[in-house]
C-alpha cells in the first residue's frame, strides 16, 4: 500500500511540474507574438512621487517617460550657434619692454582668434538672449539659426555683472522658445542642455537639477545659478537649459574644469534673472540696479544661537551719507533679514540688493552686540561705477568683500 501510495505521489508531482513548464513555455509565445495581449508591467507614473500623468509631452498617461524628443523639438529650433572673430595683435615672446615689445609687434602679421557659444531667440521681433563672456571684446559676431540662416547680430547691451547680454537680428519667421512660467525648477528635475557645443549645433545633453542658489562661486559678480550635471561644454555657454516638457529654466553659463577633478557640475542662471535683464537693457539700455551704499562680507561666528553662531551679513564699511548710513547701519552690524527674508551670507544680500528697484524702502533686521533691531532703508539707483571708484568718505572698518 505504501508502494502504491508512493507511486501516485510522483505521479501528481511529475503531473504538476509538466503543467508548470507547459504554462511557462505558452507564455513565452504569446509576449513573443503578442506583447500588447499581456497587462502592461511599467510601473504607474501616479505611485511616483512628483511625477503626474497630466504632462503633455514625452509622458505617455500611467507610463514612465520613454522620450523627451518632443520636449526638444519645442526648444531646439531657437537654439543659435554663435561664431565670433578677435583680431590679436603679434607679440614677441621674451621681450618685456613695452616699448621695444609695440616696435617689433607692429612688424609682425595679427593672428585671429575665434570664439565658440550659444544664444536663444527670446522674442519674435529678433531678441537674443546669451552669455556677456561669448561676445565681450570681439570684433565679429555671426550668429546661424537652426533651420540654416546666417546673420550678423546688433549687440543691444551686456551685463558683466550676471554674465548676460542681448543681440538682435532682423528676420521673420523665427522660432521663439517657450519660457518656464515662474522659471521654478526643483532640485532632482529632469533638465537638458541644448547649445554649439564645440562647434557642434544644436547638441542635447541630459541630466538633473543638483542644487540652487549657488551663490558663492565668485563666477560673477551677482550669482544665483542652477547647478547641474547636464553636460555644459565648450560652445554651451549662452544656450538653453530646458524641463522635461521643453520650457526654457536657465541660460547655461559655464562648468568646473575636469582640471579641477570636476566631473558633471555646470551652471546656469535662472530664465526669472536673464528675463528681467534682457528687458532692462532693451528698454534703458542698461540694467537699473538697487544700492546702498556698503560693504558686506560673510559672518559665521557672530551672535548666539544654539551652535554659537549665526547667519547673516557682516557690515564691513558704510559711505557716508548713503541710503546705509541713513539707516543707521555701521561697520560691525549683521544684516539678518532682507525684506523679512533671512539672509545666509554676503553674496545674497548682494544679490537681494541689486534686484530690488530703485526708490523702494527696505525693512532689515539687524544685530549689533548681541541686540537686534529693525529699520528701513531706502534703496536708489546704483552709481555709475566710474563715481563709485573714485568715491571717498566710507566709514572706517576691514576690507573684505564687495556690495
Same mark, same amino acid.
Given at each position: 500500500m505504501i508502494t502504491i501510495a508512493v507511486n501516485k505521489l510522483i505521479n501528481n508531482i511529475g503531473f504538476l511540474g509538466r503543467s508548470i513548464v507547459v504554462g511557462l513555455a *505558452? %507564455?513565452?509565445v504569446v509576449v513573443w507574438l503578442r506583447p500588447d495581449a499581456l497587462p502592461a508591467l511599467r510601473a504607474n507614473v501616479s505611485d511616483q512621487p512628483g511625477l503626474t500623468t497630466d504632462a503633455p509631452l514625452g509622458v505617455s498617461p500611467g507610463n514612465y517617460v520613454r522620450s523627451y524628443a518632443e520636449a526638444v523639438n519645442r526648444s531646439a529650433p531657437a537654439v543659435v550657434s554663435i561664431y565670433t572673430n578677435t583680431v590679436v595683435p603679434a607679440s614677441v615672446p621674451g621681450v618685456t619692454n613695452s616699448l621695444f615689445q609695440s616696435f617689433l609687434s607692429r612688424r609682425l602679421p595679427a593672428r585671429n582668434r575665434r570664439g565658440l557659444g550659444s544664444g536663444l531667440i527670446v522674442r519674435a521681433d529678433g531678441y537674443i538672449l546669451t552669455s556677456n563672456h561669448v561676445i565681450d571684446h570681439v570684433d565679429d559676431i555671426q550668429l546661424a539659426l537652426a533651420d540654416g540662416r546666417v546673420f550678423q547680430p546688433q549687440v543691444i547691451g551686456s551685463d558683466p555683472d550676471t554674465d548676460l547680454a542681448v543681440l538682435k537680428i532682423e528676420a521673420s519667421d523665427l522660432p521663439v522658445a517657450p519660457l518656464a512660467a515662474g522659471g521654478e525648477v526643483r532640485v532632482g528635475d529632469v533638465v537638458l542642455a541644448i547649445g554649439n557645443a564645440y562647434g557642434l549645433n544644436n547638441t542635447v545633453t541630459m541630466g538633473i537639477v543638483s542644487a540652487k542658489?549657488?551663490?558663492? *562661486?565668485n563666477l560673477t559678480a551677482l550669482e544665483d545659478f542652477i547647478q547641474t550635471d547636464a553636460a555644459i561644454n565648450a560652445g554651451n555657454s549662452g544656450g538653453a537649459l530646458i524641463n522635461a516638457v521643453?520650457?526654457?529654466v536657465g541660460i547655461n553659463s559655464s562648468m568646473l574644469h575636469q582640471s579641477l577633478g570636476a566631473q558633471g557640475i555646470g551652471f546656469a542662471i535662472p530664465i526669472a534673472i536673464a528675463s528681467d535683464v534682457m528687458q532692462q537693457i532693451i528698454d534703458y539700455g542698461s540694467v537699473r540696479r538697487g544700492w546702498l551704499g556698503a560693504i558686506f562680507s560673510d559672518s559665521i561666528t557672530l551672535g548666539g544661537d544654539e551652535n554659537g553662531s549665526i547667519n547673516g551679513a557682516l557690515v564691513d564699511e558704510v559711505m557716508?551719507?548713503?541710503?546705509?548710513?541713513? %539707516?543707521?547701519l555701521r561697520p560691525g552690524d549683521v544684516l539678518l533679514s532682507w525684506a523679512q527674508t533671512p539672509i545666509s551670507n554676503s553674496s545674497q544680500l548682494n544679490l537681494m540688493i541689486a534686484t530690488?528697484?530703485?526708490?523702494?524702502?527696505v525693512e532689515v533686521e539687524v544685530e549689533r552686540n548681541n541686540q537686534s533691531f529693525i529699520t528701513s532703508v531706502d534703496v536708489i539707483q546704483q552709481?555709475? *561705477?566710474n563715481l563709485l571708484r573714485y568715491a571717498n568718505g566710507l566709514a572706517p572698518g576691514p576690507i573684505s568683500g564687495g556690495g
Amino acid at each position: 500500500m505504501i508502494t502504491i501510495a508512493v507511486n501516485k505521489l510522483i505521479n501528481n508531482i511529475g503531473f504538476l511540474g509538466r503543467s508548470i513548464v507547459v504554462g511557462l513555455a *505558452l %507564455a513565452f509565445v504569446v509576449v513573443w507574438l503578442r506583447p500588447d495581449a499581456l497587462p502592461a508591467l511599467r510601473a504607474n507614473v501616479s505611485d511616483q512621487p512628483g511625477l503626474t500623468t497630466d504632462a503633455p509631452l514625452g509622458v505617455s498617461p500611467g507610463n514612465y517617460v520613454r522620450s523627451y524628443a518632443e520636449a526638444v523639438n519645442r526648444s531646439a529650433p531657437a537654439v543659435v550657434s554663435i561664431y565670433t572673430n578677435t583680431v590679436v595683435p603679434a607679440s614677441v615672446p621674451g621681450v618685456t619692454n613695452s616699448l621695444f615689445q609695440s616696435f617689433l609687434s607692429r612688424r609682425l602679421p595679427a593672428r585671429n582668434r575665434r570664439g565658440l557659444g550659444s544664444g536663444l531667440i527670446v522674442r519674435a521681433d529678433g531678441y537674443i538672449l546669451t552669455s556677456n563672456h561669448v561676445i565681450d571684446h570681439v570684433d565679429d559676431i555671426q550668429l546661424a539659426l537652426a533651420d540654416g540662416r546666417v546673420f550678423q547680430p546688433q549687440v543691444i547691451g551686456s551685463d558683466p555683472d550676471t554674465d548676460l547680454a542681448v543681440l538682435k537680428i532682423e528676420a521673420s519667421d523665427l522660432p521663439v522658445a517657450p519660457l518656464a512660467a515662474g522659471g521654478e525648477v526643483r532640485v532632482g528635475d529632469v533638465v537638458l542642455a541644448i547649445g554649439n557645443a564645440y562647434g557642434l549645433n544644436n547638441t542635447v545633453t541630459m541630466g538633473i537639477v543638483s542644487a540652487k542658489g549657488r551663490n558663492d *562661486l565668485n563666477l560673477t559678480a551677482l550669482e544665483d545659478f542652477i547647478q547641474t550635471d547636464a553636460a555644459i561644454n565648450a560652445g554651451n555657454s549662452g544656450g538653453a537649459l530646458i524641463n522635461a516638457v521643453g520650457d526654457v529654466v536657465g541660460i547655461n553659463s559655464s562648468m568646473l574644469h575636469q582640471s579641477l577633478g570636476a566631473q558633471g557640475i555646470g551652471f546656469a542662471i535662472p530664465i526669472a534673472i536673464a528675463s528681467d535683464v534682457m528687458q532692462q537693457i532693451i528698454d534703458y539700455g542698461s540694467v537699473r540696479r538697487g544700492w546702498l551704499g556698503a560693504i558686506f562680507s560673510d559672518s559665521i561666528t557672530l551672535g548666539g544661537d544654539e551652535n554659537g553662531s549665526i547667519n547673516g551679513a557682516l557690515v564691513d564699511e558704510v559711505m557716508n551719507n548713503s541710503p546705509a548710513w541713513q %539707516a543707521g547701519l555701521r561697520p560691525g552690524d549683521v544684516l539678518l533679514s532682507w525684506a523679512q527674508t533671512p539672509i545666509s551670507n554676503s553674496s545674497q544680500l548682494n544679490l537681494m540688493i541689486a534686484t530690488t528697484s530703485p526708490n523702494t524702502t527696505v525693512e532689515v533686521e539687524v544685530e549689533r552686540n548681541n541686540q537686534s533691531f529693525i529699520t528701513s532703508v531706502d534703496v536708489i539707483q546704483q552709481p555709475p *561705477l566710474n563715481l563709485l571708484r573714485y568715491a571717498n568718505g566710507l566709514a572706517p572698518g576691514p576690507i573684505s568683500g564687495g556690495g
